[in-house]
């Protein structure tokens, strides 16, 4: 196992199209989270899931964004009618468990562009 | 009010100079975790160090070291014998041990660090 691995790592769509990311997590984690990175900006918070199950949303995920893991094992986000002010780097991670002590795993994250 | 502050967007060192990254969090959770991770160009964001708010002693890491000073809330990164490799951003960051779920990880802004040669 080489890791998280996300696809594609870098998106150009223009405004209006919708994208969908992938996050391939270490195959023992269960526990998977979506950050957004903007320019200059640390890592914020998306979404997270434990096995399939979606069990916190920050109110920065708009209705245009969907989060799925169907088998608890790999992840996509979806972005609908995407914006301008959606570009930004999506990094996934993953996690052996919750207790503070756990390392968080990242991927290479996908750039994503929407012109 | 901001969890973590890093007041240091951008800092310079001499190849195999130490360097000190400040790291400062708010939280009123008695029992949180403070973590330092490097991010190169490339993107990945790299684990380095971790700090239990319950630990007594400063987690040390090869050359890195974390200076915890729980009254301040501080939580500086210490890079001893810098390399050019170490030019990267850095992010302090904390996960709080409240009731939610998730404990995910809040970040501060960064610190760009450049090793000069």
């Known amino acids: 196992d080489t890791g998280v691995s996300q696809d594609p790592r870098h998106k150009i769509t223009k405004r209006g199209q919708n994208v969908t990311f992938r996050c391939d997590p270490i195959?023992?984690?269960?526990?998977l989270y979506w950050y957004r990175q903007t320019l200059g900006q640390g890592p914020e918070f998306l979404t997270y899931f434990q096995n399939e199950a979606q069990l916190e949303k920050s109110r920065l995920l708009s209705d245009r964004f969907s989060a799925e893991r169907p088998k608890g094992s790999f992840s996509t986000l979806e972005i609908q009618r995407t914006e301008q002010g959606d570009s930004a780097m999506y990094l996934c991670?993953?996690?052996?468990?919750?207790?503070?002590?756990?390392?968080?795993?990242f991927g290479q994250g996908t750039r994503l562009t929407v012109v | 009010a901001q969890k973590i502050t890093q007041t240091q967007p951008g800092m310079f060192v001499q190849e195999k100079e130490a360097v000190t990254l400040d790291c400062t969090y708010d939280?009123?959770?008695?029992?949180?975790?403070l973590f330092w991770y490097k991010q190169p160009s490339s993107g990945e964001m790299i684990f380095l160090i971790y700090?239990?708010?319950?630990?007594?002693q400063n987690a040390t890491e090869g050359r890195y070291s974390l200076n915890f000073q729980k009254a301040r809330k501080s939580a500086n990164l210490v890079i001893s014998a810098s390399q050019l490799g170490d030019s990267a951003m850095y992010f302090c960051?904390?996960?709080?041990?409240?009731?939610?779920?998730?404990?995910?990880?809040?970040f501060g802004s960064g610190t760009q660090l450049t090793v000069l040669p």
């Open positions: 939280t009123s959770d008695q029992s949180y975790g």
């Open positions: 991670a993953s996690s052996f468990d919750s207790t503070l002590k756990a390392e968080a795993f």
């Open positions: 700090q239990g708010s319950y630990d007594e």
């Open positions: 960051a904390m996960r709080e041990g409240g009731s939610g779920s998730a404990r995910q990880l809040t």
């Open positions: 195959s023992e984690h269960n526990r």
